[in-house]
């Protein structure tokens, strides 16, 4: 175990073959300005329109997660079921959030990155896809958030208070326990795969972190 009561397993070891990549998903100068309080409010606010259509297409890969849990009779259906649901609210706090910044979440085009990651998430719908695969590519969307924002809450951080809200949402306890519940059951799920899924599973973890690379560049650069 580590100190977070997380068993190490597959997804431990990966994160650390693929340390470098990982920190640049997890420390990208975008997220690193929101906690040394240099952030450019217009970029913030493109972050913030483009993941609200990133959430949305989110919602129908996690359904399809869901859909592959169910299908294996998995005890895992309730901690995925529970991440469903939380979308909802999470919607609601995109458009509350807009409200607030001023805009107007209708007329937002969406960015090539976002239309990059929206085609790989589509990807996971088909039922060829197995769901260790799909899991393990869950649990690695979600914790690049969690471990992002997660630092800017830690000591010593100059987020400003108007970002707060927002670092809380991905970097709160709670949300590092969700994060910490998918590992365990991502890590089950390829300690029981055949070895070309695990293969397929790290490929996807990759995959994920060079997506979120270019989602915080194109929030960043508009490219
Ligand atoms: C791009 C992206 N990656 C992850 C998350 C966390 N669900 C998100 N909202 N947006």
């Not at 340390?19 to 450019?40: C, K, L, N």
Request: with cysteine; charged share 25%; hydrophobic share 40%.
């Amino acid at each position: 175990m580590d100190g977070d009561g997380v068993e190490a397993g597959t997804t431990a070891a990966w994160i650390e073959r693929h340390q470098q990549m990982y920190e640049r998903a997890t420390r990208h100068p975008f997220t690193v300005s929101i906690r040394d309080g240099t952030i450019d409010l217009s970029t913030f606010k493109r972050w913030l329109s483009q993941d609200y259509l990133f959430v949305r297409e989110f919602i129908a890969f996690v359904a399809s997660v869901l859909l592959k849990c169910c299908k294996q009779e998995s005890s895992d259906m309730e901690i995925i079921l529970g991440g469903v649901a939380s979308l909802s609210d999470e919607l609601s706090w995109f458009k509350n959030e807009a409200a607030k910044w001023g805009i107007d979440l209708a007329s937002v085009s969406q960015l090539k990155s976002n239309t990059e990651y929206h085609r790989f998430l589509r990807s996971f719908t088909e039922p060829e896809v197995i769901y260790a695969v799909a899991v393990t590519t869950f649990w690695i969307i979600e914790t690049v958030y969690q471990d992002s924002f997660g630092f800017c809450i830690e000591e010593g951080n100059k987020t400003p208070p108007e970002l707060l809200g927002t670092c809380q949402r991905w970097g709160s306890a709670e949300f590092k326990q969700y994060c910490q519940s998918l590992q365990r059951i991502a890590d089950r799920s390829l300690a029981n795969a055949p070895a070309d899924a695990v293969k397929s599973a790290e490929e996807a973890f990759v995959r994920v972190l060079e997506l979120e690379i270019g989602f915080w560049e194109m929030s960043s650069s508009q490219s």
